[in-house]
């Protein structure tokens, strides 16, 4: 295999943005994340590729539970926020407000538009990344008009 095609070639999947999350209280980690999906309709399933020595993947591994939070066309600024640790201050990560989650009590940045909240089913550890495949538990909408944030757009690859 040539690996600058398998680059270019993976670089062409879409993508969009969102921040993943988990923990609760004083233990907590946000960090944008773009290997997301929904993966069946009934249960309602999504999953998400975690880096392995990340916070946010210890967090989740631990407590069975996640949220993403949806970014929004404009909100570039917030996901470059979250590229790095995670620094809770006065009910913000990272200067942005969040809430905890009803079902999950996982922070929610209630600036972006749309959010779920997932508890892990199954767990596949392979790579540097860690798959979560999780059921949708909750879920909430804060701006119906809201258009979502495509990696494309931004400029940025997290592929290859
Ligand atoms: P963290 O691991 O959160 O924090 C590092 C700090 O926390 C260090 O100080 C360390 O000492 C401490 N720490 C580390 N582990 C622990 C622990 N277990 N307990 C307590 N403290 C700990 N990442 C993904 O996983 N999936 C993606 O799909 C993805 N897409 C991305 C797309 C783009 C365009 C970019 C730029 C990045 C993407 N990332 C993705 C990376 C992700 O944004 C960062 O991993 C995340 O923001 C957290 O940063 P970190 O791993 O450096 O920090």
């Not at 969102?18 to 994340?33: F, K, R």
């Not at 392995?52 to 600024?77: C, M, P, R, Y």
């Amino acid at each position: 295999m040539d690996a600058q095609i398998k680059k270019t070639a993976l670089r062409l999947f879409t993508y969009g943005l969102y921040i993943g999350t988990s923990g609760t209280g004083a233990d907590v980690a946000a960090g944008t994340i773009n290997w997301v999906s929904q993966a069946s309709f009934q249960p309602p399933l999504v999953m998400a590729a975690v880096k392995a020595d990340s916070h946010l993947h210890q967090l989740i591994e631990t407590t069975g539970q996640f949220a993403i939070n949806v970014l929004s066309a404009d909100q570039k600024e917030i996901a470059q926020d979250f590229f790095r640790p995670t620094k809770q201050e006065n009910n913000t990560l990272n200067g942005h407000p969040y809430e905890s989650g009803s079902a999950t009590g996982v922070p929610l940045l209630t600036e972006l538009p749309a959010w779920v909240e997932v508890k892990v089913t199954d767990t596949v550890k392979r790579g540097d990344h860690t798959v979560f495949i999780g059921e949708v538990i909750d879920a909430g909408i804060r701006d119906e008009n809201a258009k979502a944030l495509d990696m494309w757009n931004t400029g940025w690859f997290y592929a290859g």
